[in-house]
């Protein structure tokens, strides 16, 4: 079917929502689901239908969807795959507009799952409306409150990054893991075997929608090869493309084939893909998230020549190593900066350059203010990446010691108006002992709201910045 | 001069210890360095030298070295480099074995610095000590309390594990992020320039020493290169050796030569000579600390066939790509345990296989149980690893559902005898929410305890065990 962004539009943004094998007992999927859409509390008629209860968390259940007071717009499908196919005659019957099927045993499961696939595709056809699945976990959009499975604690607020996944537990683990980094989300969808609407349409859709400003995938594999690369050459010449395709290896081929029924096609042909169209890419949730938080702190081509600076020489040494590994730059300073810079850091065990080597753990507040001034002025800088190690004056000024290196950071990215970076890491894993992690939590917030990007460790800041270029 | 494993054992058990510098005021290396030794408790006499006060820290202090009641085995300096010259005279004419030079200002600066250096060379080598240093941070012993710069809190335990750093700043903190994952050490040394005893001398140091089985380094550059390459290769053949090389690119070289006036020498050389000795690579402190867990845990050349399994196909198809792409193998499942698992994980969602995806996030414990027994039991499995997803079972059951996994992935290590690996990482970076941290970090220790390796992402997981092979 040919794609209409309308008619997905309607589905995402759905007005009214019916919830089928919603249910009282806490081990199924329908309970679940259930408490996890009441608790994020969707924004319009919610229905819930089990013929087995009167009742479900206080709500009045429904023996089956034609006995609803309206068609809803969206149906979200929680019983196996073999008592599926009566419920999608109901929907084709009252007219709803689309169907989430979250179940597993269609094509994913070989023969008899690929011809129960087939059936619902039919059944949806002949009816007029859409499918999302089977094998999913749904769609999740903060504008309207809907949610997908585990997801009764996604942030309610609306971003402008769009996450389309093939994986259900990715599209619940990346959405709870960007929320607590301040990303926030257009939407996010799981399609899982993706029978009727698929990855391509999901990409033109967010490509045409106003509301998403960064498009992020995870993909198994594409329905069509082709309609894809058009989709994702489209989609990255209009906005930032993060995508992460795993079923390069021979065994996790083996994965993709049993998890959604998706051909992972040739590694070659998905690397060439990729490149060519100019989309980035990520392995992992959190290179995933990294990059999205770079895109949105600095953006892409922005971000090649860096000056990496810390207390110590060989967190600077490490740091250009990890830079040009990544095609970065690490250029020497400016003659005019590195004298002004030599004068504020006439100290023992500081080193004027780039990389900048502030000398710590003891420096006193205006010979850091002052030289990460001149670094983040320096001509040929275009971000400043800050080392705050740990062990950052903290061993002798407490908490006092990194609030001071954080105010510093944020004057130096208000003055120089350039992109800053913070590294920035706890050094313990000791249950009995949160106070560092929460200090360092606490750091993490305010660098943000002074436009700092934080970043865990050095590595994954260079990944991140290399990969803007 | 020639390597002596009796010269440098004195040094490193000292008896007696004094620092020239130590102080009272808090900006001062001299205040933080007594600090930390004080705190730690130096296991024999610690004589605080420094003319100018009476008293430091309610301790008597002394005007020089020749007032000392004993020739000190080791003298830790924290005096800046034009002022050490006199000081070192003054070891030599009382006979001390060894002085620690922290101050920077020697060969990495240039000529002044050169010669500087060669005056306190020769100053040791006339009076019959050596030197550690100069530009570095010191030595940490737990066996006699011994501790380097910024390190009063490091562990007070025993280990085996031994690091040769270059860098002072990852020398403390190295051993601060040991501490909270359970590695404890025979020795830490923190090198800097390396005017007398260098990296040669302190890697055959601990090739030779008995309390010492695994050998860790981070370096800048060697001294003497065919030295270095064959205590490199002798180290490696006796025990492992993990080893940190940075200043592989041009700018990176650069801050070497600012950092330890070290020569960084040609990054092909370096590969060679690495891939040569058999020693293991790694590149930053989270990627060496994971390799010395995993070495503590499963040990070299036994984990090439994994088993990777979690709730979602999602995870396991991306866990066998890293595997693969790592040299690692992801084997089908031997038939009989294939069968068996398909027996105990008859459930929609679940998917017996290698990958195994348990389908969580609902799993009843007892399919949990048997399909992870039969994982590790499988024959073609040398290490299983289990992606405990944050969300698992988590939503519904709350801490109930993670204690759960986490019982029976120690009955699946106890039942199999084979390795485990976990991967368990928080959800949340919120500081206001330190709950979730709090429970995973509990979650790690119990693990562990149960002999359990953990990583907090199948990243860092697989490259870990890719690198034991």
């Not at 794609?3 to 999927?29: H, M």
């Not at 998230?289 to 860096?306: E, F, M, N, Q, T």
């Amino acid at each position: 079917m040919s794609y209409d962004f309308d008619e997905i539009d309607r589905i995402v943004n759905a007005r009214s929502l019916a919830v089928v094998g919603a249910s009282n007992s806490p081990t199924k999927f329908g309970y679940m689901f259930t408490r996890s859409q009441v608790t994020m509390g969707f924004d319009g008629p919610l229905y819930l239908v089990n013929p087995k209860e009167d009742e479900i968390m206080g709500r009045r259940s429904y023996p089956d969807i034609r006995s609803l007071p309206q068609a809803p717009d969206l149906v979200y499908l929680t019983i196996p795959a073999h008592r599926s196919m009566e419920v999608l005659k109901d929907c084709a019957e009252v007219g709803v507009k689309a169907v989430i099927i979250t179940a597993s045993g269609f094509r994913e499961i070989g023969e008899r799952g690929k011809a129960l696939e087939a059936e619902a595709l039919e059944i949806s056809r002949a009816g007029g409306f859409r499918i999302i699945g089977p094998n999913c976990f749904g769609i999740y959009n903060p504008r309207n409150g809907l949610t997908l499975l585990p997801g009764h604690d996604f942030s309610t607020r609306t971003g402008d990054v769009a996450f389309i996944s093939q994986s259900g537990g990715y599209s619940a683990h990346v959405a709870r893991q960007a929320k607590s980094l301040g990303i926030d989300f257009s939407a996010v969808i799981s399609y899982g075997n993706a029978a009727d609407l698929d990855e391509s349409d999901f990409l033109r859709y967010f490509t045409d929608d106003p509301e998403t400003a960064i498009i992020t995938a995870y993909v198994e594999g594409a329905r069509d090869g082709a309609r894809f690369a058009e989709a994702l050459k489209a989609a990255a010449s209009a906005k930032p493309v993060v995508i992460w395709k795993v079923g390069k290896e021979e065994s996790s081929r083996r994965a993709v084939i049993s998890h959604t029924g998706s051909l992972a096609g040739s590694p070659a042909l998905w690397d060439a893909l990729i490149k060519q169209s100019d989309a980035i890419e990520a392995s992992g949730v959190d290179e995933l998230l990294d990059i999205v938080l770079a895109l949105k702190y600095i953006g892409r081509g922005k971000a090649k020549r860096l000056l990496i600076s810390g207390g110590g020489g060989g967190l600077g040494a490490y740091g250009a190593d990890l830079a040009e590994r990544e095609g970065l730059e690490v250029p020497d300073l400016d003659p005019a900066t590195l004298s002004r810079m030599q004068d504020v850091l006439d100290r023992a065990g500081a080193v004027a350059g780039n990389p900048l080597d502030i000398g710590a753990p003891l420096i006193p507040v205006p010979f850091l203010e002052g030289a990460l001034r001149e670094a983040a002025l320096n001509p040929t800088t275009e971000v400043l990446v800050f080392d705050l190690a740990v062990n950052f004056g903290y061993d002798v000024a407490g908490d006092f010691g990194i609030e001071r290196a954080v105010e510093i950071l944020c004057d130096a990215r208000k003055v120089s108006g350039r992109p800053v970076v913070a590294v920035l890491y706890s050094r313990s894993f000791d249950p009995d002992d949160m106070r560092f992690e929460t200090m360092i939590r606490r750091m993490r917030k305010r660098l943000n709201a002074g436009g700092v990007l934080v970043f865990p460790t050095m590595a994954r800041a260079v990944r991140a910045l290399g990969r803007l270029s």
